[in-house]
């Protein structure tokens, strides 16, 4: 029987000075823990080089090791996650985010928890053991559990962390679920897991340590905030 792989989808977007620390990492954690992996980057266009970077990690490590799949313009995570999919070898799929906010040092944590359950889905939580967060001020932390009371308190999703994007699904059911979410940006995640309950997927959840960007600035604004808040009152009516 061959080797189980896993496909690391990392979008990006002017993370030129993040990207070869996280490519490191996770060569490094998967490569111990003997991990079958490919990494495959899907950068939307950065004005700042981030491609060019990339191209030179993928002489680094190799064309078999990292994939790239630019795309000429941010096109939404959604459908950066489905051009990531059409690409992938794997049989399951690892998204996290590409400016070190997502430790790789979890993913066998991760890998670990589904083989043990047979799990669907593995999703990473601040919210929950030993899970945290780091660097945030007292305004990003205060949005952040705002947000993710409101969405426990209207959707009861089972999951203690539902706006957190680093997860790990079998690849069939990342792309059912991708084809039944109509949210786009940081809500997309919510639904993902809402969409999940309600098709009965298995969920696992592990405590992480979510760090602030150290590189670049957030891409969270105010209508991001003001999106959020109308699709999760879309999220309670419809689900």
Known sequence: MAKEKYSILLPTYNERENLPIIIWLIVKYLQDAKINFEVIVIDDGSPDGTLEVAKQLQKIYGEDRILLRPRAAKLGLGTAYIHGIEHATGDYIVIMDADLSHHPKFIPQFVELQKKGDLDIVSGTRYKGTG????????????????????????????????????????????????????????????MIVRARQLNYTIGEVPISFVDRVYGQSKLGGSEIIQFAKNLLYLFATT
């Open 132 to 191: 945290g967060v780091y660097g945030w001020d007292f305004k990003r932390k205060l949005i952040s559990r705002g947000a993710n009371f409101l969405s426990q308190l209207l959707l009861r999703p089972n999951a203690s962390d539902l706006t957190g994007s680093f997860r790990l699904y079998r690849k069939e059911v990342l792309k059912e679920l991708i084809s039944r979410c109509t949210s786009k940006g940081y809500v997309f995640q919510m639904e």
